[in-house]
């Protein structure tokens, strides 16, 4: 029986903010109180993933996600509570797990200026003591993956944000990593490198059923598409942890369809008195009408189009809709991912923050 490739129980995280300083001569009150002096990251955080396991973590910006993989990543230790990756506790085993881990995060600078994209990531590779021919295939591989094989011979201080941030992705996969923490691995990429990064990441899972990902994204189409299941984390808090599936019918609790109908339409009026409709609802314009029906269970559509036919109304299209990761984080956080609703999540944090 393997442990989980990670497991958290209660973890938190707080930073101490610097009390401002109070010169001799100022009249200004003494300093706030000690709960106003503490920046809470992540707050009792209890999650496991399973060897084998896509797993994706949503929040905005300030939701603690960052300071999370930092602490599974060894490089922050926790206030409280524990960690483990590969059943090794970060803390204690630290120099244990290092070589079984790697992590990308989107946006970093990481590399020497002086040096070429291949001669990078070849170095990389060595530092980890991956033999020069195992390297050399790897990175030929994952440099066609990207779009970069062009730019191979290009020092990487002559690369743009995009072409770093690929080779950044490179070097993640070049040491082979039994857990691997990508942070946004897509942020500025164009559409078709997001696209090419994201069908590697499902070919690189099946090719050894035993590697563990965990991917923070702000895109939810991406987390949706690649996610076994996922967490939702806001003010350091997990709110919500599951598959997209599952997380998605928690937020619509009855099968929703869209029908537009011609103008003159009249029989969805009387829709609200058919037995197993939930609701009905209806925007007129004059080109058609716009009507929105929740029922208790899918078999009443029939019985919904036979209505509206029979009360001579004609429909001019119909489809079943569906929730959205994006809807399931509104529905749980408030706003959507991409809302600065709070002000707070557009400063610095303390040094060191998340």
């Given at each position: 029986?393997?442990?989980?490739?990670?497991?958290?129980?209660?973890?938190?995280?707080?930073?101490?903010?610097?009390?401002?300083?109070?010169?001799?001569?100022?009249?200004?009150?003494a300093s706030a109180d000690t709960a106003e002096r503490e920046f809470i990251a992540l707050k009792d955080v209890t999650l496991e993933v399973q060897p084998g396991e896509l797993f994706g973590l949503l929040g905005p910006n300030g939701a603690g996600k960052t300071t999370l993989i930092k602490?599974?990543?060894?490089?922050?230790?926790?206030?409280?509570?524990?960690?483990?990756?590969?059943?090794?506790?970060?803390v204690q085993h630290a120099q244990a797990i290092r070589p079984r881990i790697n992590m990308v995060s989107g946006g970093e600078s990481s590399g020497y200026g002086i040096l070429n994209v291949r001669e990078n990531l070849w170095l990389f590779a060595r530092i980890y003591g991956v033999p020069t021919a195992v390297a050399y295939e790897r990175i030929e591989r994952l440099l066609a993956v990207v779009g970069l094989t062009e730019k191979a011979s290009s020092r990487i201080s002559y690369l743009s944000t995009g072409q770093?941030?690929?080779?950044?992705f490179c070097r993640?996969?070049?040491?082979?990593?039994k857990i691997l923490f990508l942070d946004e691995p897509t942020l500025g990429l164009d559409v078709t490198s997001a696209r090419a990064i994201r069908a590697f990441l499902r070919q690189w899972m099946q090719e050894k059923p035993q590697r563990t990902l965990l991917l923070t994204t702000h895109y939810m189409a991406e987390a949706e598409e690649l996610?076994?299941?996922?967490?939702i984390i806001?003010?350091?808090?997990v709110l919500a942890c599951d598959t997209p599936a599952n997380l998605k019918r928690q937020v619509q609790k009855y099968p929703l369809y869209e029908l537009r109908l011609a103008p003159g339409t009249n029989g969805w009026s009387t829709l609200g008195q058919?037995?197993?409709v939930h609701q009905a609802t209806a925007t007129t314009t004059p080109t058609t009408v716009e009507l929105k029906v929740a029922l208790v269970e899918e078999s009443v559509i029939g019985a919904v189009v036979q209505h509206l036919v029979t009360t001579g109304g004609h429909i001019l299209s119909l489809k079943k809709v569906e929730p959205t990761l994006e809807d399931v984080f509104i529905e749980l956080v408030g706003h959507g991912l991409n809302d600065d609703t709070a002000a707070s999540w557009n400063q610095a944090p303390p040094s060191g923050g998340p």
């Open positions: 029986m393997h442990p989980p490739a990670i497991r958290t129980h209660r973890l938190t995280r707080t930073y101490r903010k610097a009390r401002p300083r109070r010169w001799p001569w100022s009249r200004s009150p602490i599974l990543t060894t490089l922050l230790a926790p206030t409280s509570g524990t960690a483990e990756v590969d059943g090794l506790d970060v770093r941030q690929k080779m950044n993640g996969f070049i040491t082979d990593p996610c076994d299941r996922v967490a806001d003010q350091g808090c058919l037995s197993g």
